[in-house]
């Protein structure tokens, strides 16, 4: 499918140079970029082990997936202008906010991503799909920052084998089917409150995490308002720029209180239909 879409050359940038945006169309990758403070990511990270000291590690809970329908600070912070300027550069001005989801990496953490695209199993219309990926730790090839293989988001959707393996992140455990050039990949290194923004095309992954210390990272998902899901299942998203006058989503609200009852029964209606989506064919049911 065509992203002719994408750009128009007579727009007005809103803070991306031509040079960075020729990078992302070149690559299918950019970074770092500095989206918040260094101070602001402590604060966050701060919201984030807080909620965990009271209830459990966040990446065995069900809100590692969508947390912005439950925490009021990361509603805000997929609405930050100074994500949506970069991620306005790249997609348009009228942006959902598709998905969110924590990658957390614990000390002498086993867990890995294998190499894949994120688009396999979206069931998204079109490739015009932005990560914002979003450092609260400092992300380094040391502690399983992401790796990239550059210019492969110009490749069309390939095969993946669904692994389902015990430490791997991906809903599936997918893996991409093609021999992968470990010297030509790219290694995302950030800083706390820098970011990369990724295509979804891009072949992807990353190590586990043997130092002492957490990686910490929130991948938000962003579409422009005519992408569409195509499976056949009933989507949701957040409008966070612009206006939506294509209503292929289900447009959610933000919660107006963390962990509110109302807030926590949305969370739980979409997180299953989510799965519907995302596990479709594989027979697994949701668990309960
Ligand atoms: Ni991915």
């Known amino acids: 499918m065509k992203t002719a879409q994408l750009e128009s050359p007579t727009r ?3 803070c991306l140079t031509e040079e960075q945006i020729e990078n992302y169309n070149r690559d299918g990758f950019f970074f770092p970029h500095r989206v918040i403070s260094e101070s602001e990511a402590a604060e966050y990270r701060k919201k984030l082990e807080n909620y965990e000291a009271a209830h459990q590690p966040i990446m065995k809970t069900a809100v590692r997936n969508k947390p912005h329908l439950v925490f009021t600070w990361i509603n805000e912070l997929i609405r930050d202008s100074r994500i949506l300027d970069a991620v306005e550069d790249v997609l348009g001005p009228n942006i959902l906010a598709w998905g969110t989801n924590f990658f957390i990496k614990e000390p002498h ?52 084998v669904d692994t389902f393996a015990e430490h791997n992140l991906l809903t599936r455990g997918q893996e991409v089917q093609v021999d992968i050039d470990e010297s030509k990949t790219v290694d995302v290194s950030l800083e706390p409150g820098e970011m990369s923004l ?91």
């Open 12 to 14: 007005t940038r809103k």
């Open 109 to 160: 953490d086993d867990a890995f991503i294998s190499w894949h695209q994120d688009s396999t199993y979206w069931g998204l219309s079109h490739p015009d799909v932005v990560t914002a990926w979003i450092a609260l730790s400092h992300v380094t090839p040391d502690n399983g920052a992401m790796r990239m293989l550059p210019g492969s988001h110009l490749l069309d959707q390939l095969p993946h």
């Open 198 to 288: 990724h295509h979804v095309r891009i072949i992807h992954g990353s190590n586990p995490n043997p130092t002492d210390t957490r990686r910490i990272g929130l991948a938000i998902r962003y579409v422009p308002t005519y992408v569409s899901q195509i499976s056949g299942a009933r989507d949701y998203a957040t409008l966070v720029r612009g206006e939506d006058t294509h209503h292929n989503f289900q447009l959610e609200p933000a919660p107006k209180v963390d962990f509110g009852p109302d807030e926590m029964a949305l969370h739980a209606r979409i997180a299953e239909e989510s799965f519907q989506i995302l596990y479709r064919g594989t027979g697994r049911e949701y668990p309960r």
